[in-house]
């Protein structure tokens, strides 16, 4: 680990000179908590312009879901989502080689991002109550960004997202009856098809950055495809993103009602709270196969992990309140 | 037969061993993160072992029940045969013909696995 640490310091410095200057300098390098599927470091460069906070963001083991982005494609699309207005730290620099692996570089910030921190933290209290509106807001930014500025993304409209919900069961090779109840919900509701939006994809309490007033930026846009805009806006209602915070439906931080009137305010799109039950529905099954998927890799070898073996069988909580859900649709 | 501590004690053991002279020494706090996600898993371990195979014929008698068995097949590996059951119920759904009482009966199934996966989220829900 320390050889590893050592060659990356050594390739970012060099990789560093185009922006910086020759006499850029790294100070300090360590791995940090964060996505699974890519390290997370933190890299403090001195340069002659004075010194700078970064992220490095670098390729590791495996993926979650087969459609995650590749380093290079998040790196474009957070910067379209930067020039758009959206909050994202500001992205410096995409690297094809950073000690043997792909690696991008934005600004690295400061605040919040453990879920079950920003629903409970009594000092961040008044960013709850701020958030629904201010997540409203900057999902309504990303769901007007001009598709054609984001061509290289994957399109999927819903019956997509339940199909491959299905292949990844399937490739899982364990038999889930909840699952397929699910799917088989999913497919006997189809809901109204809404026009193409660029997605997120993970937007949900946990890829925030939350200060005491209230969101400061949207990060992980790893899982960013072209898809319907309730998969987007669905997605932090999901129980697991409530962080033990259950009663508050709006990621365990509020309620949904003043989260979809902004949201409507700003887009014009008139959603529903009816139609955000099948994209909740959805986003219970996505979850419960990603996290099945997820076991599959520490016990296929691709990245043995503690955390990926308990996941496994939290499994069932995902599939108990999918159920819930669907005994409540009747 | 093994000598006590059983196989439950055991995991008892090593987790409460973890709990109050491992952790708090712990100062990374990714590893720390870690340690908890371990000791939950020897949590669940420890309830599986204590619950022993009672769990897993509840499963195998309701799922026979659901699929109009008559009785459950007689089956040494009832792992092995709560698995091929569960695999029948999901085709049967796939194949638009779940049975009448799938619904609250896999839920009730989902919620046994609780009982021993996580137990406090099942007494929390609502």
Redesign the interface.
């Known amino acids: 680990m320390l050889g590893t640490e050592a060659a990356i310091a050594d390739a970012l410095r060099v990789c560093l000179v185009p922006l910086f200057g020759t006499d850029v300098g790294v100070e300090r390098l360590a791995l940090l908590a964060g996505g699974a599927s890519k390290e997370a470091w933190a890299a403090d460069v001195r340069a002659a312009d004075g010194r700078h906070e970064l992220l490095v963001r670098r390729a590791g083991g495996g993926v979650i879901h087969s459609h995650t982005l590749s380093l290079e494609d998040e790196y474009r699309l957070v910067s379209v989502a930067y020039a758009a207005g959206v909050r994202v730290p500001r992205p410096l620099a995409y690297l094809e080689d950073l000690a043997g692996r792909p690696a991008f570089v934005a600004e690295r910030v400061a605040g919040e991002t453990i879920g079950r921190r920003i629903v409970q933290r009594p000092e961040l209290a008044a960013a709850r109550a701020a958030l629904p509106a201010q997540l409203a807001e900057e999902l309504a930014k990303i769901h007007a960004i001009p598709l054609d500025a984001v061509a290289f993304l994957g399109r999927a409209a819903a019956g997509d997202v339940v199909d491959r919900v299905e292949r990844e069961l399937d490739a899982a090779d364990e038999p889930h009856p909840a699952i397929e109840l699910g799917i088989a919900w999913a497919r006997a509701h189809p809901p109204k098809a809404r026009p193409a939006v660029l997605d997120h994809g993970d937007f949900r309490v946990g890829n925030f950055v939350v200060g005491e007033r209230g969101l400061g930026y949207v990060l992980d846009w790893e899982f960013g495809h072209v898809g319907d805009p309730l998969e987007d806006v669905a997605w932090p209602l999901v129980r697991s993103w409530r962080f033990g915070a259950d009663d508050l439906r709006f990621g365990g931080v509020g309620r949904v009602e003043p989260y979809l009137d902004r949201y409507n305010a700003l887009t014009g799109r008139n959603v529903s709270i009816e139609e955000l039950d099948y994209w909740e529905v959805v986003g219970n099954l996505k979850w419960a196969v990603g996290s099945v998927t997820q076991s599959r890799r520490h016990l296929s070898g691709q990245e043995r992990s503690v955390e990926l073996a308990v996941l496994g069988r939290l499994t069932a909580e995902v599939e108990y309140e999918l159920l819930d859900l669907l005994e409540r649709a009747g | 037969m093994q000598d006590r501590p059983d196989a439950a004690e055991l995991a008892q053991a090593v987790r409460e061993f973890l709990e109050t002279e491992i952790v708090s020494t712990l100062r990374d706090?990714?590893l720390r993160?870690?340690m908890l996600?371990?000791i939950?898993?020897i949590g669940?371990l420890e309830r599986e072992l204590a619950a022993g195979s009672a769990p897993l014929r509840r499963e195998v008698a309701s799922l026979a029940r659901l699929l109009g068995l008559a009785e459950a097949p007689d089956d040494p590996d009832a792992r092995a045969q709560a698995?091929r059951l569960?695999?029948q119920?999901?085709l049967r759904?796939?194949g638009?013909n779940?049975p009448e009482g799938?619904?609250a009966a896999?839920?009730a199934?989902?919620?046994d696995?609780?009982r021993i996966?996580?137990p406090r989220?099942?007494e929390?829900?609502?």
Request: hydrophobic content about 50%.
């Open positions: 706090p990714r993160f870690r996600v371990a939950n898993g669940i698995r569960n695999r119920l999901a759904i796939r638009g779940a799938t619904l896999v839920k199934i989902v919620a696995k609780l996966a996580s989220y099942l929390r829900f609502r």
